[in-house]
């Protein structure tokens, strides 16, 4: 018994120090610590004005990340708008009209779909768009 409340021991002492280091290695971002500054604030002068943190924390971080957008986020969109071009040009190549033919064609795959999903077991929305992308 007495090497079995060792381990136990050992876990409890370094569950303990990882809870108690746990806020100091917690580090806030700046705009929850202008928002935090800002709601204690209108707390304490009693001007929230009936709303609650989360509504207000909404608000708030929405205002400071249109506010304080930095030069680091910029660099960053035109990259994913260069992943995007290349998905246009795929599927710009498709003929996406909704005439008579593309109306039967979906019935086609959509009969094909029931039959593929019970012979592989296939379900959910992800396997029925990948197995429609591929029979469109």
Request: glycine share 6%; aromatic share 10%.
């Amino acid at each position: 018994m007495k090497t079995g409340t060792a381990p136990i021991l050992i876990f409890a002492t370094f569950s303990i120090v990882g809870f108690v280091a746990l806020p100091v290695s917690a580090a806030k971002s700046p705009a929850m610590e202008a928002c935090s500054k800002q709601w204690d604030d209108m707390k304490s002068a009693g001007k929230t004005g009936g709303k609650t943190w989360p509504s207000f924390w909404s608000d708030c971080s929405k205002d400071f990340a249109a506010k304080n957008t930095t030069e680091a986020a910029a660099p960053e969109k035109p990259a994913k708008a260069e992943k995007a071009t290349p998905k246009k040009a795929v599927t710009s190549v498709r003929n996406e009209d909704d005439n008579g033919s593309s109306a039967q064609q979906k019935k086609d795959c959509d009969a094909r779909w029931d039959a593929n999903k019970t012979k592989t077991g296939a379900h959910g929305w992800h396997d029925y768009f990948q197995f429609m992308s591929r029979c469109i």
